[in-house]
């Protein structure tokens, strides 16, 4: 019978040592059923992180396993080049959830694949190359989604690929422009303008942004930012891309996170909580766009019919069970609970933000002495302490200072009432 030990000692010495794990001592996860997840030696842990957002209903859901077994049976793989019912009916729900005039759909297997896709769309629609993306953006790994990722720990190589420039960052708490909510005027968003007219040809091919920002902290901008940047955007001849491969499907309490900003996108790109797990990532944007590919394009395995199964359940139960509605109310409680945790740890709990269950910590030296500098010496020790109580949470940030926190959609009151008794008991025990 393999032990985590040994586990850990085959991933060390046949995978990538470049491939990041959490934890002194990396936890070799064997089940996981609803909120929890159990570990090669037996421990059980209330996971609040969900393979990164992407576990969006609980583990092993019923309904959506049956789902996916069923279409196993019948029909595991085909490629695009054959329609098959569960992508078409998948394509059709999606369309009837999206904003705006969006009713065509590509399916990829990643969203790094969505991402570069959205981007050949742009250029091809507006037949302009350059495009905006967004300091501490986070775009996945592939090189030219390296390119459009501002987070030096995430980019490999020197030389990119794309004309990409980067917009400043909404990034309140720690301002680029050392200015203050709601004072600055949403400055950032303003200098757009200013980044078109002198870095580019001043006809762009569009901005790709996600509503908050992922793997940058869950930063989470004023909800005027995107009105102003997709206005300036426009004007110049580019389209909105809203990346909600991490904000989609309910996620911030809203069926997309561009939402809460009033902002009609032109493309959206899906992948991590639209199958509970499984591969599967989309394009969907208008026709018009989608009619500007006039060359042939197929995905061996985008649309996979598994894949696409277990995604129209997962969103059926979305919908069904109102888990937007329950991601509004279970994050209030939460975020209601975390700032009772940071009026008890002013000094190193700077910020707390998000929105729905997409939940942010900014961790730092002595917020009380005004000192933001960042702190991921504590969130190591934070990490070991709530492991230790049985509650997995994410981190993220540029500095590696963020604690991310993204339970299930359909999360409830006991579960969100003992992880708060876990962080808190947590960061009493790093402060000793």
Avoid at 133 to 162: C, E, M
Wanted: hydrophobic share 35%.
């Amino acid at each position: 019978m393999n032990s985590s030990e040994s586990i850990r000692k085959k991933h060390n010495r046949y995978l990538f040592d470049a491939v990041k794990t959490f934890y002194e001592e990396p936890l070799v996860i064997t089940d996981g059923k609803g909120f929890h997840v159990s570990d090669c030696d037996g421990n059980t842990y209330l996971d609040f992180f969900g393979g990164i957002l992407t576990v969006s209903i609980g583990h092993a859901n019923d309904e959506v396993n049956k789902a996916a077994k069923a279409q196993i049976d019948r029909l595991t793989h085909i490629s695009s080049l054959y329609p098959s019912v569960p992508v078409v009916e998948l394509a059709e729900r999606l369309i009837n959830i999206t904003p705006g005039n969006l009713e065509k759909v590509f399916f990829n297997a990643s969203g790094t694949e969505a991402d570069e896709t959205a981007v050949m769309m742009a250029q091809l629609y507006t037949e302009n190359s350059e495009l905006i993306a967004l300091r501490h953006g986070y775009s996945g790994r592939s090189l030219l989604a390296q390119s459009l990722t501002a987070h030096a720990p995430w980019r490999a190589l020197p030389t990119q690929v794309g004309a990409v420039k980067h917009a400043l960052a909404p990034y309140c708490y720690r301002c680029p422009l050392k200015l203050t909510y709601p004072d600055c005027g949403i400055a950032c968003a303003e200098d757009v303008e200013e980044l078109i007219k002198t870095t580019t040809t001043g006809k762009i091919a569009g901005v790709l942004a996600e509503p908050i920002q992922g793997v940058g902290g869950f930063i989470t901008p004023p909800d005027e930012y995107f009105g102003i940047i997709a206005d300036i955007v426009r004007n110049h001849g580019g389209i909105f891309i809203s990346d909600e491969v991490q904000t989609g499907f309910g996620r911030t309490g809203k069926t997309w996170g561009i939402e809460h900003s009033g902002v009609e996108p032109d493309i959206i790109t899906v992948a991590k909580g639209i199958a509970n797990g499984m591969p599967l990532a989309a394009v969907i944007t208008t026709k018009d766009i989608s009619d500007s590919m006039q060359k042939n394009t197929i995905s061996t395995f985008g649309g996979n019919p598994v894949s696409c199964a277990a995604a129209d359940t997962t969103i059926t139960i979305i919908e069904r069970d109102n888990l937007k509605k329950n991601a509004h109310n279970m994050g209030k409680l939460m975020m209601d609970g975390l700032k009772k945790i940071q009026s008890d740890n002013k000094n190193i709990l700077g910020d707390v933000r998000g929105k729905g269950l997409m939940i942010g910590l900014e961790i730092v030296v002595d917020e009380t002495q005004q000192d933001r500098t960042p702190n991921p010496k504590a969130v190591d020790n934070l990490m070991e302490e709530t492991k230790k109580r049985g509650l997995l949470v994410g981190r993220g940030g540029l500095y590696g200072n963020c604690v991310r926190i993204s339970p299930a959609l359909n999360i409830g009151e006991d579960e969100i009432h003992e992880s708060l008794s876990i962080l808190s008991e947590s960061f009493k025990s790093i402060k000793q």
